[in-house]
């Protein structure tokens, strides 16, 4: 079975690609460093010659509104009708629970956009929605800053491990298409601001946490629960201080930083 990885150079598609050559598969890397570029076409064709499955983990440069939907709307028009012209079986992405919910941020509805095009399609699809990654927050906590204070609102979150979410597209890439939605969470909730503030110690990074309810999530105003999944979501099992340790470590070497740098003193919420 060939599966082509569009974004498989990035954070998720690189993992997916080491996942499925290991377990035997022919995936193959497709971006604009491996010649591939969705937005313009070139080298599309090509590397859908003979796919039976393309999994879309591509991401725009930029998380500008405006920038982000003309991403979206354009790559996965491309995508969609080279795969047919390919004979694709299966379309499979990856966006971001709460989509729906989120309408007032540019990129949520960007993504939303994306996911109207691939259920709209004749190619049978799978969409897996999926909670703010591990190794995401610190460039989340970024987005928020303003000067040396990083502002988050105290909201509920359940994020997970990029090589969990990874996972689970393999398998989910490798089975029939759902032609419906799932959800993809980690197995412990937080607040937003105290997950923050533990990346960040952890990375001896001395931006003060605050947590502020007027502060947005990518635009969008939230409420306690609007980043949670629902109830049938599929959680995985890494849990969030030993991807932190493990994190930790590699930044370090074998120089572990004190027990509280590490995240180890305060537990999740639920
Ligand atoms: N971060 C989170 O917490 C989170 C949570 C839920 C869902 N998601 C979703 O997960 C997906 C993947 O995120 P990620 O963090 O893994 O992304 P990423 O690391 O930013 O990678 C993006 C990938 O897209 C490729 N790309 C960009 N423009 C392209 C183009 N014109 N043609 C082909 N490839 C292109 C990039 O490679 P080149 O630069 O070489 O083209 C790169 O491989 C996104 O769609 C995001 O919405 C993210």
New binding site residues.
Partial sequence: MKIIV??????????IVTKLLASGYEAV??????G?????C?GLAEVLAGASVVI??????TFDGAAALE??ET?TRNLLSAEAAAGVRHHV?????GTERLSESG?MRA?FA?EKLIKDNSIPYSI??????F???Q??AGLATDGSTVRVPPVLVQ??A?DD?ASMLCSVSVDAPLNATIEVAGPEQFRADDLARRRLMARNDSRKVVPDPRARFFGAEVDERSLLPGADARLSQTRFDAWLSRSVERAYGTLRPPREERGGQVGPLM
Avoid: C, M, W
């Avoid at 591939?36 to 313009?40: E, F, H, L, R, S």
């Avoid at 992405?93 to 629970?97: E, G, P, R």
């Avoid at 897996?128 to 990654?133: E, G, R, S």
């Fill in positions: 569009i974004g498989g150079t990035g954070l998720i598609g690189s993992k890397a497709a971006s604009r460093s491996s591939v570029d969705t937005v313009t070139r879309d983990v591509s991401n725009p440069p991403f979206f790559s992405a990856l966006s971001v629970v990129y993504k994306q897996v929605h999926a909670t703010q990654f190794e995401s927050i460039k989340l994020p997970i990029g979410v």
